[in-house]
Structure formats: structure tokens, C-alpha cells
């Protein structure tokens, strides 16, 4: 995920676009740069690793005076963090900006170079300018280059792209956000509203395959064949205020509403329904005929995710697989085989225990891969390989969008090694990649139905302890939701496996303690009625989250959250949002600061 803004009017752009990428750096910091172009002078063009304040310390004003321009802020998923991989990237004449993934670069890449071009960055995006340029060597105008170009492109892109000695902005979109801001005698475009909303609250907003060309000053719309559209111009009432967060309040609630984004690009470019393939470029792998065990290690929220990862390994690839805590299994001398396979997931992958384990494991020579979210991460660099989880920032110290897509990664990772290892066949993993494709709109679905727990919130905001019960693979979703309520709303609240209730927590039970039941229509649901049967008996106050419109127990709770159905092993990919909006309303209506509770921090680097 990234920030792309993009200028042409009356004023200096500098200054304009410098500002509106500050507002757009939720959306990244890796990277920023800019590209000024005026009559007079050619294009000027600065990057700099790290956050926007590196890029304005390192521009003189008065060398990028001109009335267009572009620029981004990086969010790496192609090439680490750093001056070279940074945007705009540049081809001859032409000047890009990209947020999204080009799924066939590799492949564009190979046959740009076969045409004589040579290559700057390790980015995907910097496919784009050479393919401009290269139509345009072929006799194409600018316009109709970047159209031949955008039919070459698989996979996500939101883009800005100007040509030196044009006064032509061009921008397109596909699969990631893109809007035309109106102003008074000026035409911006920018990855969200908030970047730009202190010039004008007028705005285009984009459909996929749109292509925009600004022009001398006039603005022409037309898809990818170049047919005129007409797109309506809307007034929006928001406040520079929202500008950070995109509109929400909290960090927490956008990476809440981002999932069905973020999921989509944990798939992008990996699932092959057809084929019945789930392919990882970056992966290498121990001889899996030697493989007597999986270890999977990691710290809180990641920790839940391993202990869901180990219950899809094991009931389809039939490998014992051990989960840990970063924090025990480095300091417990665990009994490692050299044929083993460790791996050690989290979202930033600099938690110091995290780290510490994987020291360990690879002075035994014991192969490592990491499931990271962060691009060239210490944990990402260290371990032997890596799957990332592209699930874009996540800001908001509860980690939300991160489990769900490390769900995906495991469950995308055992549909490979199933396949390599016979435990699978094609139809199987053609099935289990159709599933999959689904969670993206199912988890919408739950979001379109947010204010249900914002009501449940209401009702349940003071109360002083929460109990979370769930069986199988249930049981990390409710220590999950759990974890998530007592970080950012400071209510006590314990989670347990659903049969432990009557081994002591039944006793806690009182009309004070709501109790929070995960139980969808699976192998789980007889035995999890039962101990709602023993709750309500005790007089407490049952919230039943279920994927069954026709609960037996409905008619006896207190509240019913309905989620779509999906396959067992992704279940906690659907019935952990719910648990995630009533943590948030809870906290927000206490008046918490929801991104950043009390005593926590986002990366946890000391031990
Ligand atoms: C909880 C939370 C933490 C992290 C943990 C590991 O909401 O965010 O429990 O999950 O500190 O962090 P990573 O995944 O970055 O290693």
C-alpha cells in the first residue's frame, strides 16, 4: 500500500503536493519522492528513504518551481526500503507514480530488456515508464502509449504519470483507490479524499479501468479503449481533521475495514485456480520427504495465528507441527532436527523474542522462513526465506488486519506444501483456492453489519470482566478476541477452550460476566451449545457469534452475530472481525486511546 498525489493548476505544486503526501503517509513511510515539470525546464525529480520530512529536507524550493507534478509515498512490497526502489521511477521522457503490484513485471521486465532497456530499481512499477516509452518510440502519442501500456498490466494499480515537454497528467485505475480532486482552476489526483480535501471538497471518485487526462487545464475521462465516460463530480462534508486516518476516527477501525483489501493482496499474484496451484516466488524449502516436524513460533496476535496455522497443517498435511511462544522456546533448549522446518511469523518482524528465536534455531542450522508483513524487516532478512503477508501498513498498536492475513498465508502455504508433497491433489487445492477467493467479500459483508456491535458495545461497555469460549479452531480466534479487548479497552477479559469452562472458569460465572461464544455449524457446535446451556443456567449473559441463522441456541442469549459460512480451517478469518469491531466500539466509547493504549507499543524490540 501506498500514497500517490498528482498536481496541475494555477499554483506551485511543491509545496501543494508535499503537504497533501504528509496526509497520505498512513499509507506508508518507507519512501517519498516528487517530480516537478514546467515549460521552461525539464522534469526535476527527488526521492529519499524514509519518511516525507527527508524528501522536503533534501529539495530547494526554487529548483522544483512548476505547476504539475507528481508524487508518492512508499509502502514497499517489491524491493527493500531505500533511495533507488523509491517513486517516481523514470523511463526516458516519462515519470511514473504506482500504488498497487504489477503481477506479470517479472515477465514485462524480461522482454523490455530483450528491447535494449536497463533496469534502476528492483520495484515492479518500474515496468511502466519503460513500457510508455517504448510505445512512444514506436510512433504512439503519450495518451495512447499509456493505454497500449495499461493492456499489458496484470494485477492492481492506481496511477499518475506525466511526460517531459507535455503538459499532460495522466492517471488510471485498477483494484486501488484513485479520485480527481476539483479545485478552482486546478486538477489534483490522490490515493484518498483526505490528502487533498483542504483544496477542494469537490471529487471524482474513479471506477476500475478509468482512464483520466488532464490536459492544458481540462479534464477528459474515458475507459482503457479511450470512449469517453462521464463520471459524476460529488461534494464531500469531511474535515482535514479525518485526513490521516482516511476518514476514521482510529487507525484500528481503517486496518479494520481494510481487511477485504489487505486479503486480496495477500492472494494477488500467488493463486492459481485453474491450475490448481498456490505458488510462492520467494519461498525456499528443506526436503519435505525428511521433514518430521513443522514449528511455528511467534508473539502475541501472531502467536494466535500460529496456533490456527498448526490446525490447518495438521488435518490436511498430516505433519506434526509445534507452536511456541518467541519468549519460552528461545530460552527451553527445544529439541530441534536438522530436517526440521521453523517458522516464525509476525507483522513487523522486529519483535525482539521473535528475532531472539529465530538466532537460535539458525545456529543449530536449522532452516527458518518468516511470515512478515513489514518489507525488509530484520526478520524478513535474516531467516533463510520469506512469504510476506502484504496486508499494507498497519498502524493501530491492536493488530487486526495482520492475523487475518497470516491466516491466509498459512492456509496458502499448506495448499503448496500439500501439493509438493502428494497430501493434496489438484481438485483439492482448486476447491480450497475458490474458498479462499470468497473471505475478501464475506468479510465486507460483516463489515456492511458493523453497527450491531457498536450496539452490543453499548450494552456491554461497562461491564467489568468478559469470559471468550471457543473449541478447535475456535479457541486462538477467542483468545484473539480477547487479547484484543483488554489491550485497548483495559477491561479484564480471559479466553478458554470452551470444554476447560466446567474445569474451574464456571465459577466466575454471574449475570455481571458476559460470555462470548464462538460456535459456527461445524464438528464443535453440539458440545459448545452444552456449555452455553451450562452459562445460561448460571444466569449469565451469553453473545453468540455464529456462521448458523438458525442457532438452537438463539432464542436463550442475550445478543446473535450472524457471519458468512466458509470452510472450517478459515473460519477465524470471518468470526474474529466481529470480535474485533466490539473490542473497538467498546474502547472508543470508553474513550481509550485505541491506537496507542496505555504501556504498549506497535513493535516490541526489547525482550
Ligand atoms: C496485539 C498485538 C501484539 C503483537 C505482538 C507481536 O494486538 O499487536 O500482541 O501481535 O507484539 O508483534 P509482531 O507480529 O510484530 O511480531
Not at 75 to 84: D, I, K, N
Not at 318 to 338: C, G, H, N, Q
Not at 432 to 452: A, N, V, W, Y
Not at 522 to 549: A, H, P, W
Amino acid at each position: 500500500m501506498c500514497g500517490i498525489v498528482g498536481y496541475q493548476g494555477n499554483e506551485e505544486a511543491c509545496n501543494i503536493l508535499i503537504d497533501a503526501l504528509r496526509r497520505l503517509e498512513y499509507r506508508g513511510y518507507d519512501s517519498a519522492g516528487i517530480a516537478i515539470w514546467d515549460n521552461e525546464r525539464p522534469i526535476r525529480l527527488a526521492r529519499k528513504q524514509g519518511k516525507v520530512n527527508e524528501l522536503q529536507g533534501a529539495i530547494r524550493e526554487d529548483d522544483f518551481r512548476g505547476r504539475m507534478g507528481l508524487a508518492h509515498t512508499r509502502w514497499a512490497t517489491h524491493g527493500v526500503p531505500s533511495e533507488r526502489n523509491a517513486h517516481p521511477h523514470r523511463a526516458g521522457d516519462v515519470v511514473v507514480v504506482h500504488n498497487g503490484i504489477i503481477e506479470n513485471y517479472l515477465e514485462l521486465k524480461e522482454s523490455l530488456k530483450k528491447e535494449g532497456n536497463s533496469f534502476q530499481s528492483d520495484t515492479d512499477t518500474e515496468v511502466i515508464p519503460h513500457l510508455v516509452s517504448s510505445y512512444i518510440r514506436k510512433g504512439n502519442g503519450f495518451e495512447e502509449a499509456v493505454r497500449l501500456s495499461l493492456k499489458r498490466l496484470k494485477g492492481s494499480y492506481a496511477l499518475g504519470i506525466i511526460r517531459e515537454g507535455e503538459n499532460t497528467l495522466i492517471a488510471a485505475k485498477k483494484e486501488s483507490p484513485l479520485i480527481v480532486g476539483v479545485g478552482d482552476g486546478e486538477y489534483m489526483i490522490a490515493s484518498d479524499a483526505p490528502a487533498i480535501i483542504n483544496r477542494t471538497n469537490r471529487f471524482i471518485f474513479l471506477e476500475d479501468d478509468d482512464v483520466v487526462v488532464v490536459r492544458d487545464g481540462t479534464l477528459k475521462i474515458t475507459d482503457i479503449d479511450g470512449t469517453e465516460v462521464s463520471r459524476e463530480t460529488k461534494h464531500v462534508q469531511w474535515t482535514g481533521a479525518m485526513a490521516e486516518k482516511g476518514g476514521y476516527r482510529h487507525f484500528m477501525l481503517k486496518e479494520i475495514f481494510e481487511q477485504p483489501r489487505a486479503l486480496s493482496d495477500t492472494l494477488i499474484g500467488r493463486i492459481q485456480e485453474e491450475q490448481g496451484e498456490v505458488l510462492f516466488e520467494e519461498l525456499s524449502l528443506p526436503d519435505m520427504g525428511k521433514m518430521k516436524k513443522i514449528w511455528m513460533v511467534a508473539c502475541g496476535t501472531s502467536y494466535h495465528a500460529c496456533l490456527i496455522g498448526k490446525q490447518i497443517f495438521e488435518a490436511n498435511l498430516r505433519i506434526p507441527v509445534e507452536t511456541d511462544i518467541a519468549s519460552e522456546f528461545r530460552y527451553r533448549d527445544p529439541i530441534l532436527d536438522e530436517n526440521d522446518l521453523i517458522i516464525l511469523v509476525s507483522q513487523s518482524g522486529e519483535t525482539a523474542d521473535t528475532i531472539a528465536a529465530m538466532k537460535e534455531v539458525k545456529k543449530k542450522g536449522v532452516h527458518t522462513l518468516a511470515i512478515c508483513n513489514v518489507l525488509g524487516s530484520t526478520l524478513s532478512r535474516e531467516s533463510h526465506s520469506v512469504v510476506y503477508t502484504h496486508a499494507g501498513p498497519e498502524i493501530g498498536v491492536a493488530s487486526t488486519k495482520a492475523f487475518t492475513t497470516q491466516i491466509a498465508v498459512f492456509f496458502m502455504l499448506m495448499l503448496h506444501l500439500g501439493k509438493l508433497t502428494g497430501a493434496l491433489d489438484t481438485q483439492d487445492v482448486r476447491r480450497h483456492i475458490g474458498e479462499l477467493k470468497k473471505l475478501p467479500h464475506k468479510i465486507q459483508t460483516i463489515l456492511d453489519s458493523h453497527s450491531e456491535m457498536e450496539e452490543c458495545a453499548r450494552r456491554n461497555m461497562h461491564c467489568k470482566d468478559f469470559l471468550y469460549l471457543g473449541r478447535g479452531i475456535h479457541f486462538p480466534t477467542v483468545l484473539e478476541g480477547a487479547l484484543k479487548l483488554k489491550e485497548i479497552s483495559y477491561i479484564h477479559a480471559e479466553a478458554y477452550a470452551a470444554g476447560e469452562m466446567k474445569h474451574g472458569p464456571i465459577a466466575l460465572i454471574d449475570e455481571n460476566m458476559p460470555v462470548v461464544f464462538v460456535s459456527p455449524r461445524d464438528q464443535t457446535y453440539k458440545k459448545t451449545c452444552s456449555n452455553m446451556e451450562e452459562v445460561i443456567t448460571r444466569r449469565g449473559k451469553v453473545l453468540l457469534f455464529t456462521d448458523d441463522n438458525e442457532h438452537e441456541m438463539s432464542g436463550k442469549v442475550d445478543t446473535v452475530f450472524v457471519f458468512p459460512e466458509t470452510v472450517y480451517e478459515l473460519q477465524p478469518v470471518l468470526d474474529v472481525v466481529p470480535l474485533q469491531l466490539l473490542a473497538y466500539y467498546i474502547a472508543n466509547l470508553l474513550g481509550t486511546d485505541v491506537d496507542q493504549p496505555r504501556n504498549l507499543a506497535k513493535s516490541v524490540t526489547v525482550e
